[in-house]
């Protein structure tokens, strides 16, 4: 069975800094992983998607690595910003339909 | 305006009684999603579809049942069978279930029981 973790569960940094927020699965046999956003009470956006036969994708300021035989991703932030206060979800999709997601890493940027 | 819209926003369920959570789409998908999150934790796939008139269990389908005769709509029903109904509900919809596949959450239903 696929287990998904995010550590840390919950993050505080100032405004500005370089963050990493980390994925971890149990199972390498993946389809591929994805990132997402979640603000408070609202549903998910997602950030990046990775391919397994990826290592990594970027948009803007994230970038998303995946190191498929070691079962972990990491999320990467440059110049972080108030607005980028959420949590951040990572899923393992492992086969058709099904995805497994960790319980989230809770970001606080303060100005 | 393409999305995936939700409704009721919030929905109270009292002891013993069936709800139904809405669960529309424009964005002519094949598959949706149904999931279930806890406070502070990630979300759990309920149930799934492929494809109109089909559906799958997904890790806590026990209590919950569904429907797919639209391409459009993905209705889920809390049975009073499911004895912790309380929780923030996601559904959620894609292209076509290949490794290609980005899944896009509507906002969401918090239910409440009485």
């Not at chain 1, 100032?14 to 549903?43: H, M």
């Not at chain 2, 009073?80 to 290949?98: D, E, G, H, R, W």
Request: proline share 4%; charged share 20%; glycine share 8%.
């Amino acid at each position: 069975k696929q287990e998904v973790t995010q550590i840390p569960a919950a993050l505080s940094v100032p405004e500005g800094e370089n963050l990493v927020l980390n994925c971890s699965f149990t199972d390498s046999a993946i389809y591929n992983l994805q990132w997402f956003r979640q603000d408070p009470g609202k549903g998910l956006t997602s950030l990046l998607l990775i391919q397994s036969s990826q290592r990594e994708q970027t948009s803007g300021r994230l970038n998303a690595s995946l190191d498929k035989s070691s079962g972990r991703s990491t999320l990467y932030i440059a110049a972080s910003q108030p607005g980028d206060s959420a949590t951040y979800l990572c899923a393992v999709n492992r086969h058709a339909g099904k995805s497994t997601f960790g319980d989230g890493t809770t970001l606080t940027v303060k100005p | 305006d393409g999305g995936i819209t939700q409704s009721p926003k919030y929905l109270f369920r009292k002891e013993g009684q069936n709800v139904t959570l809405s669960c529309e789409q424009n964005l002519n998908h094949d598959a949706m999603y149904w999931y279930r999150q806890d406070p502070g934790q990630g979300l759990r796939l309920i149930y799934y579809s492929q494809i109109v008139n089909d559906f799958q269990k997904g890790d806590i389908a026990e209590g919950y049942s569904v429907s797919r005769e639209k391409k459009e709509s993905f209705p889920l029903t809390v049975t009073s069978a499911q004895k912790n109904p309380t929780a923030f509900y996601l559904c959620a919809s894609s292209i076509v279930v290949t490794s290609q596949e980005t899944q896009y959450f509507g906002p969401g239903t918090r239910l409440l029981v009485l």
